[in-house]
C-alpha cells in the first residue's frame, strides 16, 4: 500500500506587488496589482509505506509547499492528495494524528515550558495511554540522550538539543508517516549523523515511512533509497539514488598513486583514443577521469599498469552534490 | 470531555509559566483593577451632577457595569489572541497548530489563556451584589442560573465578534487596525442604550452587539420592563455570534498560506 499518494498537486499563490519608492507605495493603496505564482506544480508521485524519500530542490522550487500540501497545513489549489487513506485538509484533526512533523526552521514544542512538561502535554493531545508513552519516553529518552535537557525550557537548549527534543516529540505518539523539513539545517557533523542513524533504526525498527527535505546530499546518500527532486515546481527526477548515479554520473574518477614519478604527458599518450583526462595530484600520483561511455576501468587499468609500478589505486564514486548541480545545470533533467 | 480534560491541563502549565513571572502578575492584576476602577469612578462623578440618566439611577448604572466586568473578566482570561496575526500567520506559528490533533481554535485559545483577569470577574461579581443590595434587589433561587447563562451568552458574544474579526488576518495576512477600534467601541455596551441616538443603539445591539455584554443582560436582574426582551435575546445572540464566527474562521483557516519557506 502507499502511504502517501499524490496526483496532478497545484498550489498557487497570489503574491501582492508592490511598486517601487514612496509614491509607488501610495499607488498600491488604492490600485493593488497581483502576481500568480505556482508554487507547485501539477505534481505526482507516490511513496510506498516505509520507505525513506528524499525530496530535494533548490530554496523556493516548492518543497515546503508541498510538504505543507501533505501535512494538511495548506489546502492545495487542485490535485489529490491522499496520506495514509486521508485527505488531510479535510480530514485535519482525524490525519495527523497518524503522522509527526518536524520542521527544522521552526519549533513544534511550547517555548516557554519545560521539555518533559511538553512532552506531557502532547501525551494528552495525542491520546497516548500512560503506560505507552512511558515506554516510548524512555525508549527515546535513552536512545537520544534526553536525560539531563528534560527538565529544561525549549528555550534555553542548544540547537542540536533543540533537535533533538524535537524528534522525539513527533515520534511521542508512534506515527506511521514521518515529515521532515530539513531537520540537519544549522546542526553540527556530529549531530547529523546522530540524527541519520536514528532515522534509519527508526525506519527499520516499526516501518514508518519517512519524507525528509534537505538541502545536505550526505542526508540522502545515508539514508534515502528514493528521491524526488523538484525544479521550480515540477518533478524533474522521480527514483533511486543508484539509477541517479547512473544515469547523470557519466564518468568514474580515479586516483592512483605510482611507485615512480610519472609525468601526465606519458599517460595521455597511452590512453590518447579513449579520452581519458590526466591531471597531476604531485609527482607520483595522478588523478584520471574516464568518461564511462568510451572507456572501461580494466581497458584504462591495463594499459597504465604495462607502464608503471602502481602503489595504491582508489576509485571515487560520483558524488552526489555534482550530479544534482550538473541536474541543475542542464536544466530540465528528465521530466517524469 | 477529552477537550475538557485537555483544558485543565493546559491551565495547569500555563499557570506555572505565569506564576514564574510572579511580578509581571502582581502588575497585571493591579494596573486590571485600577482601570476597572477609574471606569466606576467615572459614574460616580456623573452622577454626582445629575440623578438620573435617561431613566436609569446610579445605582442601576453601577449593578450594569458590575454585570459588564463578569464577561469581560472570563473572556479576556480565556482569550488572548490580540497579537494573533503577528504571530500566528506573519511568524507562521499556525503550521505547528495545524498539525496537532486538536481543533486548532480551540488550541489557540488554550494557549494564551491569561487568568489574571479572572480577578476583574470576581470584583464585577462583589459590585453586582453591592449595587443589587442597595437597590433591594429580591433574588429568585433560580436567579443565580440565569446569570451564569447570560455570562455565557455574553462571553460568546465577545467570541463571535472577535474571532470574526481575528479570522480577517487570514485573508488580508496583515495587522488590521480594527481591533482595537472595536475594542474601544465594547465600552459603550456597560452604559444604557437608550441614552444615544438611534443609529448606535441599532449598531450595538445587532451589528455589534455589545449591548449584550453588559446592558441588556443586567437588566433582566434590574427588572426593567421593556428591556427584559433583550436580555432574553441574549442567550439567541450569543449562540447566533458564536456560530457564524466559527464558521468564518473555517473558511479562513483554508486561506492559511504559511510563512516563508
Redesign the interface.
Known amino acids: 500500500m502507499d502511504a502517501i499518494r499524490v496526483h496532478r498537486l497545484r498550489k498557487e499563490?497570489q503574491v501582492q506587488q508592490n511598486r517601487e519608492g514612496l509614491g509607488g507605495a501610495l499607488r498600491d493603496l488604492f490600485d493593488r496589482r497581483y502576481n500568480q505564482v505556482v508554487a507547485v506544480d501539477d505534481i505526482s508521485f507516490a511513496i510506498p509505506q516505509g520507505e525513506i524519500c528524499g525530496y530535494i530542490g533548490e530554496?523556493?522550487a516548492g518543497k515546503?509547499t508541498t510538504i505543507?500540501m501533505l501535512?494538511?497545513?495548506?489546502?492545495p489549489t487542485s490535485g489529490e492528495i491522499t496520506v495514509n487513506g486521508h485527505v488531510p485538509?479535510k480530514e485535519?484533526?482525524?490525519f495527523?494524528?497518524e503522522?509527526g512533523?518536524v520542521?527544522g526552521?521552526?519549533?513544534?514544542l511550547?517555548w516557554?515550558?519545560g521539555v518533559i512538561?511538553s512532552f506531557?502535554?502532547l501525551r494528552?493531545?495525542?491520546?497516548v495511554p500512560e503506560q505507552a508513552f512511558n515506554e516510548r519516553l524512555n525508549e527515546l529518552v535513552e536512545r537520544l540522550q534526553l536525560g539531563d535537557l528534560l527538565t529544561r525550557p525549549v528555550r534555553k537548549l542548544s540547537l542540536g538539543q533543540r533537535m533533538r527534543c524535537e524528534l522525539t516529540a513527533a515520534l511521542l505518539h508512534n506515527p506511521k508517516i514521518l515529515f521532515l523539513d530539513e531537520p540537519t539545517i544549522g546542526l553540527d557533523i556530529l549531530v547529523k549523523s546522530e540524527i541519520r542513524d536514528f532515522l534509519l533504526q527508526i525506519n527499520k525498527r516499526y516501518g514508518t515511512t519517512i519524507l525528509l527535505t534537505t538541502h545536505d546530499l550526505q542526508d540522502i546518500e545515508a539514508l534515502c533509497s528514493r528521491v524526488v527532486m523538484l525544479d521550480d515546481g515540477r518533478i524533474i527526477y522521480d527514483g533511486g539514488l543508484d539509477e541517479l548515479k547512473r544515469d547523470w554520473g557519466k564518468g568514474k574518477e580515479l586516483l592512483i598513486q605510482f611507485g615512480q614519478p610519472c609525468s601526465p604527458e606519458r599517460l595521455r599518450a597511452l590512453t590518447a583514443d579513449l579520452s581519458v583526462t590526466w591531471e597531476a595530484v604531485n609527482e607520483f600520483t595522478l588523478k584520471a577521469w574516464i568518461p564511462l561511455e568510451q572507456a572501461n576501468l580494466t581497458e584504462v587499468l591495463g594499459r597504465v599498469m604495462t607502464l608503471a609500478e602502481i602503489r595504491d589505486l582508489r576509485v571515487l564514486e560520483p558524488n552526489t552534490d555534482d550530479i544534482v548541480k550538473e541536474i541543475y545545470q542542464t536544466g530540465a533533467g528528465k521530466h517524469v | 470531555m477529552?477537550y475538557l480534560?485537555?483544558f485543565f491541563?493546559?491551565i495547569k502549565?500555563y499557570m506555572?509559566?505565569k506564576l514564574t513571572y510572579r511580578s509581571d502578575l502582581w502588575i497585571e492584576i493591579v494596573s486590571d483593577l485600577l482601570f476597572q476602577g477609574l471606569n466606576l469612578l467615572f459614574i460616580l462623578v456623573v452622577f454626582m451632577h445629575t440623578d438620573l440618566l435617561g431613566d436609569w439611577t446610579r445605582d442601576e448604572m453601577i449593578f450594569i457595569y458590575g454585570y459588564f466586568m463578569v464577561p469581560y473578566g472570563l473572556f479576556t482570561a480565556f482569550f488572548n489572541m490580540w497579537n494573533f496575526t503577528e504571530r500566528y500567520i506573519i511568524k507562521?506559528?499556525?503550521?505547528?497548530v495545524?498539525?496537532?490533533?486538536?481543533?486548532?481554535l480551540f488550541q489557540l485559545v488554550l494557549?494564551n489563556i491569561d487568568p489574571s483577569s479572572l480577578f476583574g470577574a470576581l470584583s464585577g461579581v462583589v459590585i453586582m451584589v453591592y449595587a443589587g443590595t442597595q437597590l433591594g434587589l429580591d433574588w429568585a433561587w433560580y436567579d443565580p442560573l440565569v446569570l451564569v447563562l447570560l455570562v455565557l451568552s455574553s462571553m460568546m458574544v465577545y467570541f463571535g465578534v472577535y474571532v470574526s474579526l481575528i479570522a480577517i488576518g487570514f485573508f488580508t495576512d496583515s495587522q488590521t487596525g480594527i481591533l482595537p477600534l472595536v475594542w474601544n467601541l465594547q465600552n459603550y455596551g456597560r452604559y444604557p442604550v437608550d441614552i444615544y441616538n438611534r443609529v448606535i443603539r441599532f449598531s450595538l445591539t445587532w451589528v455589534l452587539p455589545f449591548a449584550f455584554v453588559g446592558v441588556h443582560p443586567a437588566s433582566y436582574f434590574l427588572k426593567k420592563g421593556e428591556w427584559q426582551l433583550y436580555a432574553f435575546l441574549t442567550p439567541l445572540m450569543g449562540v447566533a455570534f458564536f456560530l457564524l464566527a466559527l464558521w468564518i474562521w473555517n473558511v479562513g483557516v483554508?486561506?492559511?498560506?504559511?510563512a516563508?519557506?
Do not use: A, C
Not at chain 1, 105 to 108: F, P
Not at chain 2, 92 to 96: F, K, N, S, V
Open positions: 499563490f530554496n523556493g515546503s505543507k501535512t494538511g497545513i495548506l489546502v485538509h485535519r484533526e482525524q495527523v494524528r503522522i512533523v520542521f526552521q521552526r519549533s513544534q511550547w516557554d515550558i512538561e506531557r502535554l494528552k493531545v495525542y491520546r | 477529552h480534560s485537555l491541563d493546559y502549565i506555572k509559566t507562521g506559528e499556525m503550521d505547528r495545524l498539525t496537532r490533533p486538536v481543533h486548532n494557549e483554508n486561506r492559511y498560506r504559511g516563508g519557506s
